[in-house]
């Protein structure tokens, strides 16, 4: 095949995502896994039952139809007024993509020209970089420091240039649960719209705030028409392997993300969106008590890992712990991930991999608490023997 690698030089250097490569590590030593961020308990019976109805009653076993079925469309403008008082017309506005996942690639390749600039928070979620890679754009870091991971809004500012087409913004931040204030999200909204930017929300984890609260960006005057806002049902509703997400925006910019959603998948898990439809329409009860629940398991693991040595920064939001493991006398997290399953058969996520400035992370580490109670106290008492 000559000298020419087979990989495009876009994704070079990419290969396996941490996720899979730490998850098949778990399994392969049989380990605790903290890694990937998935429950390891289903989410609620009924709407998996949901699931299994539609199924049964053929609703959804062909193609459905490419923007999403018109019942998880209702259900999601119904989710977006309820929770935010934000209106979205449910055929113009709303886009069912393959996950958050998909709706991140379309909305990317969508809107993106080549050498277009894309500022996003430094440590970046792992397909944000593939994806801008993709598109022939180019990646702005924003840095988020530790201890406290706010965002420098006049770095920020810096930071722009003639060639800055977009903000990705992610907010509960995955990894280090960075929530950001209704302050932080003024003084962006105002820097985008100085600007004329475009502004890639994700916001998977807005159910999962246990510090402050979930503000949408879209709400922020002069920002709907410049938004496309990103969910899934993975993260609220406990079924990660549904690839249920959406997108929410202007009829202009969900056209567009529409334009590249149909030529990646088409459309997907047919039967899941009329359970994700019922899901949404759950009561104020279910996501009051999820998110309780998952906030006494971060209470819980960051108690073990501070008492298990490592220095803990605790997250606003998320499914994430960020520590740093400086004070066990280590200095590399991607050596301690990879070495953590023999010494002690816990596995972990290193935020080095987030980083283009890989130094900044070096000595962080990421662990999941999605886990059962009983679970994240057997991986402590693990990491403690370490
Ligand atoms: N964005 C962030 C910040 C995530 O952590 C994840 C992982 N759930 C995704 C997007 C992808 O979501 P999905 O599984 O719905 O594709
Ligand atoms: N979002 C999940 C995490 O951060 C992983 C999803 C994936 O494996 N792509 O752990």
Redesign the pocket.
Same mark, same amino acid.
């Given at each position: 095949m000559g000298a020419r690698p087979l990989l495009n030089r876009r994704l070079a250097g990419m290969g396996t995502?941490i996720?899979?490569e730490m998850?098949a590590l778990a399994t392969a030593t049989g380990s605790i896994n903290l890694?990937?961020?998935?429950p390891d308990t289903d989410g609620p019976e009924e709407v998996r039952e949901a699931a299994v109805r539609a199924l049964r009653d053929g609703r959804g076993n062909q193609y459905p139809p490419g923007p999403g079925i018109p019942e998880l469309r209702a259900a999601v403008a119904e989710h977006q007024q309820r929770f935010y008082g934000l209106s979205y017309d449910p055929d113009r506005e709303v886009l069912v993509t393959a996950g958050a /996942?998909e709706a991140i690639a379309a909305a990317l390749l969508a809107l993106l020209e080549p050498g277009d600039e894309v500022i996003a928070f430094e440590p970046f979620?792992?397909?944000y970089a593939a994806c801008i890679a993709m598109a022939g754009a180019v990646r702005v870091p924003l840095t988020l420091r530790q201890p406290a991971f706010r965002p420098d809004l006049d770095e920020l500012r810096s930071l722009i240039t003639p060639r800055t087409r977009l903000l990705l913004i992610n907010t509960p931040h995955?990894?280090t649960g960075t929530v950001l204030t209704a302050e932080e999200l003024a003084a962006i909204a105002e820097l985008a719209v100085e600007h004329d930017l475009l502004v890639i929300t994700d916001e998977?984890y807005e159910h999962l705030v246990f510090t402050g609260a979930h503000h949408p960006l879209a709400a922020l005057p002069g920002m709907r028409e410049r938004t496309v806002a990103i969910s899934s049902a993975?993260?609220t509703f406990s079924f /990660?392997g549904w690839k249920v997400g959406w997108v929410t925006g202007s009829p202009e910019l969900v056209a567009a993300v529409r334009t590249a959603k149909q030529y990646l998948t088409y459309v997907s898990a047919g039967p899941f969106q009329y359970a994700v439809a019922e899901a949404l329409r759950l009561p104020d009860a279910y996501y009051d008590d999820f998110r309780a629940e998952l906030r006494r398991k971060r209470d819980l693991l960051a108690t073990g890992l501070a008492d298990a040595g490592f220095r803990v920064f605790e997250p606003q939001g998320t499914?994430?712990i960020t520590t740093d493991i400086t004070p066990l006398g280590e200095k590399d997290g991607i050596e301690f991930c990879r070495e953590l399953p023999a010494r002690c058969g816990v596995v972990a996520?290193p935020n080095a991999v987030f980083y283009d400035n890989t130094d900044i992370g070096r000595s962080q580490v990421r662990f999941?608490f999605c886990k059962r109670e009983s679970v994240l106290r057997e991986a402590v008492e693990r990491l403690r023997g370490r």
């Open positions: 995502t996720f899979a998850s890694g990937q961020g998935f /996942t979620y792992d397909s995955n990894p998977v993975g993260k /990660t499914y994430f996520i999941a």
